[in-house]
């Protein structure tokens, strides 16, 4: 079970934290990733990171967005900084297979969280 939360709506240049709490699994045992997806169009990889905290980003947000986890808590999180109106789409969080698996590969089981970023 994944719950997304922290999405809103922001002017460019600011910041915004997502949170994904995540219960019904061993959540320190999973790779976690944070996908996002704007309607009429796939689901982009956004972030991931590894169970032993190695992370990689998408080159669209690399420099701007961070993703953590805190295992205790059983959440990952993504800080997102310069925010851009083309960053604006709804933010999942699900497992992975791999770091940079491919979101055709992914499992979405929340409801996601909206993200505008606009004037």
């Known amino acids: 079970h994944l719950v997304e939360s922290g999405g809103g709506l922001v002017q460019p240049g600011e910041s915004l934290r997502l949170t994904c709490k995540v219960s019904g699994l061993t959540f320190s045992n999973y790779i976690m990733v944070w996908a996002r997806q704007v309607p009429g169009k796939g689901l982009e990889r956004v972030c991931g990171i590894h169970t032993d905290e190695t992370t990689d980003c998408a080159d669209s947000v690399k420099g701007r967005f961070a993703i953590s986890r805190d295992n205790s808590r059983t959440t990952v999180y993504l800080q997102m900084n310069s925010l851009k109106p083309e960053d604006t789409a709804r933010y999942y969080c699900?497992?992975?297979?791999?770091?940079?698996?491919?979101?055709?590969?992914?499992?979405?089981g929340g409801p996601g969280t909206q993200v505008t970023v606009s004037w």
């Open positions: 699900t497992t992975a297979y791999g770091l940079r698996s491919e979101p055709s590969t992914y499992t979405l």
